[in-house]
């Protein structure tokens, strides 16, 4: 009885975009940290926008979807229609909410909206996929920054770290969902180049984002309690290795690689509190 329970709620809370969500909110949190101010609505906002848009994203299910993921699939079906009006009350919370703020805010509120109607139609160029997504993530910390008119490079150099972070796990993302992808023509990475030469990349991409990140320190780009975030070079090496051994997809995708942002928060909160910032 309690197995299946567990096993509903670990379903529900990965597969309706509340993780992800979370995930996101992190990075509003830990931009707040970095620059040293106190949390206030956007964080709120930010979790609202990516319920709403991972949640209107999944609604379209494709023939690809089917072949990358029937697990997904199959719980969209079930409970995406009740999943998307919520997320529609929500965004329009998020709406709102960005009124208390100013123009930007308001901007970068709607904006995701219009960046997914037009998601599906440029998504099969090269790389465009994983740089919307990049963009679109480290958005969150260009959201932050907006609600609070602070704009330094701090904030810049924090939002390039992000951006490379989310783009380097989109491309991962890609590698599971190969099969479908080649049949939709989506000319992602492991498509175009094979996953094993992806991977080699991927592990490129994810040491040069340490030294970019230990760069921004040293020029004081970004305090030094964002040296902890050299931990998430570590961590995605983890689980490129583990890809290797052919672990449970959901366990290394869904639990895994997107609790990477989770890591990420803790590593800076835990470093803060030493410091004495938090």
């Known amino acids: 009885m ?36 106190k949390f206030n609505f956007s964080l709120l906002i930010i979790f609202f926008i990516t319920f709403f848009v991972y949640n209107l994203n999944r609604m379209g299910i494709e023939e690809s979807d089917k072949i990358n993921y029937p697990e997904r699939v199959e719980f969209a079906l079930k409970y995406g229609k009740l999943l998307l009006y919520l997320s529609i009350i929500f965004y329009i919370f998020a709406v709102l909410l960005a009124f208390l703020y100013n123009i930007l805010v308001m901007l970068l509120t709607v904006l995701p909206f219009f960046i997914i109607l037009l998601y599906d139609r440029v998504k099969k160029f090269f ?26 490079t701090t904030v810049f150099s924090f939002f390039l770290f992000v951006f490379l972070r989310d783009f380097i796990n989109s491309i991962f993302f890609d590698i599971r969902d190969v099969s479908g992808d080649k049949v939709k023509g989506i000319k992602t990475l492991p ?88």
């Open 191 to 278: 498509v175009e180049i094979g996953v094993k030469k992806t991977l080699f990349l991927l592990k490129i991409l994810n040491i040069f984002s340490g030294f970019l990140l230990i760069i921004f320190v040293i020029f004081k780009l970004l305090p030094v309690v964002a040296y902890s975030l050299i931990g998430l070079v570590f961590y995605n090496m983890i689980y490129y290795e583990l890809y290797k051994r052919k672990i449970n997809k959901i366990l290394l995708y869904d639990v895994i690689a997107d609790s990477e942002i989770y890591f990420a928060a803790f590593l800076i909160i835990i470093t803060a509190k030493l410091f004495g910032i938090l």
């Open 2 to 37: 309690k197995n299946n329970f567990f096993r509903k709620f670990f379903i529900f809370w990965f597969f309706s975009s509340l993780h992800i969500s979370i995930a996101a909110t992190f990075w509003g949190v830990i931009t707040f940290i970095l620059l040293g101010l």
């Open 127 to 152: 790389l465009i996929k994983s740089l919307i997504i990049g963009i679109l993530w480290a958005s969150s910390v260009i959201l932050v920054a907006a609600s609070l008119n602070t704009f330094n």
